[in-house]
């Protein structure tokens, strides 16, 4: 069964850190191109990062550049996206999407940030 499972969420203060991880399974998602996005409520989803896996090159979204930075761990078929110096504005849920036709998403996970 194909699928991508997000983890790592969760409540944080500004100014703090979390890292999100994106397992995959059912296929070798370091192969294909892996976005995350974020939709926060009453606003469109949000791309964030993408990760060109054939050309190992990486875009960041002005929001996020300088201060997230995604990563992959070939032998856990898992990318992460590690988030630092985090804002209020990046209270969202989060997503992986990858796959050959970008047809995987994950369930999403919840990211807060408040004081």
């Known amino acids: 069964q194909v699928q991508l499972v997000e983890s790592g969420g969760g409540s944080v203060q500004p100014g703090g850190s979390l890292k999100l991880s994106c397992a995959a399974s059912g296929f070798i998602s370091v192969y294909y191109t892996t976005r995350w996005y974020r939709q926060a409520p009453g606003k469109q989803r949000e791309e964030l990062v993408a990760f060109i896996s054939d050309e190992r090159i990486t875009y960041y979204s002005d929001s996020v550049k300088g201060r997230f930075t995604i990563s992959r761990d070939d032998a856990k078929n898992t990318v992460y996206l590690q988030m630092n110096s985090l804002k209020p504005g990046d209270t969202a849920v989060y997503y992986c999407?990858?796959?050959?036709?970008?047809?995987?998403w994950g369930q999403g996970t919840q990211v807060t940030v408040s004081s």
């Open positions: 999407n990858s796959g050959p036709s970008f047809q995987y």
